[in-house]
Nanobody
Framework: QVQVVESGGGLVQAGGSLRLSCAASGLTFSNYAMTWFRQAPGKEREFVTTIRWIDETTIYADSVKGRFTISKDNAKNTVYLQMNSLKPDDTAVYYC????????????WGQGTQVTVSS
């Protein structure tokens, strides 16, 4: 049984930092890219960042480049999203997803964690 569970969201003032965690289990990790998305109220879900488990290749959305860092802990099967210099525009529900690298493979999503940045 595959599980993807986010944690670490909360309320922070603008300029502050938060670290989100995404713990996954039941996957063959080398087949996946662990990816963070976010969805703000009234907006579509958008890509934030991704890390390929097999070689740690990372990609960031322009809006978070230089402020957010994705990393992983192989021993804990956990991916982290370190968010610094947070802005009110970063307020959203953040979702972690295991995105399959195989055509037709299944993707797995967490339930989301709320991040609220106050001005």
């Amino acid at each position: 049984q595959v599980q993807v569970v986010e944690s670490g969201g909360g309320l922070v003032q603008a300029g502050g930092s938060l670290r989100l965690s995404c713990a996954a289990s039941g996957l063959t990790f080398s087949n996946y890219a662990m990816t963070w998305f976010r969805q703000a109220p009234g907006k579509e879900r958008e890509f934030v960042t991704t890390i390929r488990w097999i070689d740690e290749t990372t990609i960031y959305a322009d809006s978070v480049k230089g402020r957010f860092t994705i990393s992983k802990d192989n021993a804990k099967n956990t991916v982290y999203l370190q968010m610094n210099s947070l802005k009110p525009d970063d307020t959203a529900v953040y979702y972690c997803a295991a995105i399959s690298r195989d055509d037709g493979g299944n993707d797995y999503w967490g339930q989301g964690t709320q991040v609220t940045v106050s001005s």
